[in-house]
Nanobody
Framework: QVQLAESGGGLVQTGDSPRLSCAVS????????MGWFQQAPGKERESVAA????????WYRFSPQDRFIIYKDIPRNTLYLRINILRPEDTATYFC??????????????????WGQGTQVTVSS
């Protein structure tokens, strides 16, 4: 079992660049890839980015890729997502997820078997 706990959301201003965190605990050695997903109000959950927990691979759904930066701190067992220059359309619940198996696409939520509860980011103008 892998447990995930997101933090770092809240009410933020347009133009801010918050950092979301996801603390990973439990059977960490089973984790292959970690991902961030966003679910805007009234919309389906969509991938933002994914990062391998065992090598340097990174995948991004959006372009340009410098708006969302995914990175990891292995010694701290923590996953991060930096959202640069927030826009009102970034308002969403952000989820982190862990995959313990091989997949052809880690930008697909079906690749993940563990999910956090999500952290809400509300962007005010």
């Amino acid at each position: 079992q892998v447990q995930l706990a997101e933090s770092g959301g809240g009410l933020v201003q347009t133009g801010d660049s918050p950092r979301l965190s996801c603390a990973v605990s439990g059977d960490i050695s089973s984790v292959r890839v970690m991902g961030w997903f966003q679910q805007a109000p009234g919309k389906e959950r969509e991938s933002v980015a994914a990062i391998s927990w065992i090598d340097d691979k990174i995948w991004y759904r959006f372009s340009p890729q410098d708006r969302f930066i995914i990175y990891k701190d292995i010694p701290r067992n923590t996953l991060y997502l930096r959202i640069n220059i927030l826009r009102p359309e970034d308002t969403a619940t952000y989820f982190c997820a862990a995959s313990t198996y091989s997949s052809e696409s880690y930008l697909d939520d079906s690749a993940y078997d563990y999910w956090g509860q999500g952290t809400q980011v509300t962007v005010s103008s």
